[in-house]
T-cell receptor
Framework: AQSVTQPDIHITVSEGASLELRCNYS??????LFWYVQSPGQGLQLLLK??????LVQGIKGFEAEFKRSQSSFNLRKPSVHWSDAAEYFC????????????FGTGTQLKVEL | GAVVSQHPSWVICKSGTSVKIECRSL??????MFWYRQFPKQSLMLMAT?????????EQGVEKDKFLINHASLTLSTLTVTSAHPEDSSFYIC??????????????FGDGTRLSIL
């Protein structure tokens, strides 16, 4: 079945440590790929997106993500996490030709230990 | 940048009442808006796509008579939860399609409405 998978429900890292959040998709064609962040009780903020071209994309707040076609993955990374990065992170896709309809992964809750 | 305003941010009401949630695009015209529902510690589930001047398109399993959507203008879509019951309690988020397409971002999100039915 077509899906977006975020294998890690919860991740805890120490402030200053590096971070990688995993995202895998299973679609016949490469979809458009996105990472969003959601603070408690808030809407969603776009961190970065991948459509085509350079497989390493830079986003806001020091985040980056790498698209790996062979692994059907689009993992989010940050070299040094700040306490304010604690939030829920969602990977999302739009299928090519699917309009603007976003399909979200299950989300990863990030906790940052001081 | 583009902003989507959602109102109210939090509402508590008695079982059996109807609740209306508004979603406004503040500085662009949104021909398409989306309504999502999010249960605690879960992902966003698309409920329906709201199209200005036409009927909304509901996702499978969403009761259209329960969740009434009206998109009467290019800047406003409303979601009315009719005869709300405790199981309708949830976090509802709207978004508006970016008029400039994917080059910016696909959708601009409101801050959500926390609905609690007693």
């Amino acid at each position: 079945a077509q899906s977006v998978t975020q294998p890690d429900i919860h991740i805890t890292v120490s402030e200053g440590a590096s971070l990688e959040l995993r995202c895998n998709y299973s679609y016949g064609a490469t979809p458009y790929l996105f990472w969003y962040v959601q603070s408690p009780g808030q809407g969603l903020q776009l961190l970065l997106k991948y459509f085509s071209g350079d497989t390493l994309v830079q986003g806001i707040k020091g985040f980056e993500a790498e698209f790996k076609r062979s692994q059907s993955s689009f993992n989010l990374r940050k070299p040094s996490v700040h306490w304010s990065d604690a939030a829920e992170y969602f990977c999302a896709v739009i299928l090519t030709g699917g309009g603007n309809k976003l399909t979200f992964g299950t989300g990863t809750q990030l906790k940052v230990e001081l | 940048g583009a902003v989507v305003s959602q109102h109210p941010s939090w509402v508590i009401c008695k079982s059996g009442t109807s609740v209306k949630i508004e979603c406004r695009s503040l500085d662009f015209q949104a021909t398409t808006m989306f309504w999502y529902r999010q249960f605690p510690k879960q992902s966003l589930m698309l409920m329906a796509t709201s199209n200005e001047g036409s009927k909304a398109t509901y996702e499978q399993g969403v009761e259209k008579d329960k969740f009434l959507i009206n998109h009467a203008s290019l800047t406003l879509s409303t979601l009315t939860v009719t005869s709300a019951h405790p199981e309708d309690s949830s976090f509802y988020i709207c978004s508006a399609r970016d008029p400039f397409g994917y080059s910016n971002q696909p959708q601009h999100f409101g801050d959500g409405t926390r609905l609690s039915i007693l």
